[in-house]
């Protein structure tokens, strides 16, 4: 790594610590049912509660929306602030990752630090943080009308873009960390950007099932109740309407999705023992290992009982590992350079 790209990639690495914290309050924000305590929305933020005429004046707007008036209606003001921290944490920990990217980059920008190769990255890493708060208030919006409850498509928007810009910062990242191409391995490219695209729709789906509630369902594995498709899963029509809006159907492409991205990972792994490996593909195949074997026991006890906060918030933050995990192997085997043995045996 060149020492004058130190500083940058500090930056970036911190930056992806935060999405990181970032994730997890929103996860808590969602299992706690947080997310629409607060019905307004400032582009800077407001000063927390200072007293109780704040706390009544912000509880009496809440009375106004529809999750007080359908589910919450015997809420004190107590209870109203346990949901209202997290959703004000949540808020304002974005708010500060925002400076956090911006401030910097103005500096090294004006300092001169960044190439012509770079600017446009890290412009781009700007925009996506920034749309995805955009995207937060939008997914809060559609829970604040008739239903008390935020769509799971939006939930899906916001949950994903999160992590994609979480995964091209660190691909930024590890860009100027290893700024010389790793040794050509063949074969391994393209299962491993197929693994990663998989990965993504899983991570959508799992959003999906977050915002249907669809975990709370068959809570059995590896069947669901008594079999492995059970009719539900096909009970809506048109059909296909069963695998993105229907409990059952959401459900079973998680699971079913999550046999191929571990599938996937285990050919990774047996075909990487017949390669000659550097040692940063050989960290990026066993943090890939390590990292889907988590996730997998994780989601598995997750669904057995029944989506506990605990559970559930550890289940998104190892797929936020998971994700990590295979940024990392894909940077590392995504390109490269043939070595001189190499050309030889071919």
């Known amino acids: 790594m060149n020492k004058e790209h130190k500083p940058i990639v500090v ?7 935060l999405i990181f914290i ?7 924000t969602r299992l706690t049912h947080s997310g ?3 019905v307004e929305w400032t582009l800077f933020g407001s000063a927390p509660p200072s007293d109780e005429a704040h706390w009544n004046e912000l509880f009496d707007k809440y009375k106004q929306y529809p999750e007080y008036q359908q589910v919450n209606f015997n809420f004190s003001v107590e209870e109203f602030k346990r949901i209202f921290w997290w959703e004000y944490i949540h808020r304002q920990f974005g708010r ?8 910097p980059f103005l500096w090294f ?9 770079l600017k446009p990255k890290l412009i781009l890493i700007l925009i996506m943080g920034g749309f995805q708060g955009l995207l937060g208030w939008y997914m809060v919006k559609s829970g604040l009308k008739q239903m008390p409850d935020v769509s799971h498509y939006r939930l899906a928007m916001h949950l994903i873009t999160a992590f994609l810009t979480f995964a091209y910062t660190f691909w930024v990242a590890l860009g100027l960390i290893y700024p010389n191409p790793p040794v050509l391995q063949k074969g391994m490219k393209k299962p491993m950007v197929f693994l990663l695209l998989i990965l993504i729709f899983q991570i959508v789906w799992g959003a999906y ?3 249907l509630n669809a975990g709370k369902v068959y809570t059995t594995w590896p069947l ?20 993105i809006e229907g409990i059952a159907g959401v459900q079973f492409v998680h699971r079913y999705l999550a046999y191929v991205v571990l599938a996937l990972i285990i050919y990774l792994f047996v075909k990487s023992r017949k390669l000659k490996l550097s040692n940063s593909q050989q960290k990026g195949i066993y943090f890939l290992l390590f990292a889907v074997s988590l996730q997998f026991v994780l989601g598995v006890f997750t669904l057995l009982f029944a989506v506990p906060v605990s559970l559930g918030l550890l289940h998104q933050l190892g797929a936020f590992v998971l994700l990590g995990a295979t940024v990392y192997a894909l940077h590392r085997f995504h390109e490269g350079k043939v070595t001189y043995a190499q050309t030889l045996a071919t």
């Open 109 to 117: 920008w004006l300092k001169g630090k960044l190439n012509s190769s």
């Open 224 to 243: 669901m109740g008594d079999t492995l498709i059970p009719e539900a899963v096909t009970a809506m029509q048109p059909w296909w309407s069963n695998f």
């Open 36 to 38: 629409l305590s607060m």
């Open 11 to 17: 930056w970036l690495l911190t930056g992806c610590v």
């Open 209 to 211: 099932v977050a915002g």
């Open 96 to 103: 500060m990752i925002g400076l956090v990217f911006i401030v």
């Open 22 to 28: 970032m994730v997890a309050i929103g996860g808590m």
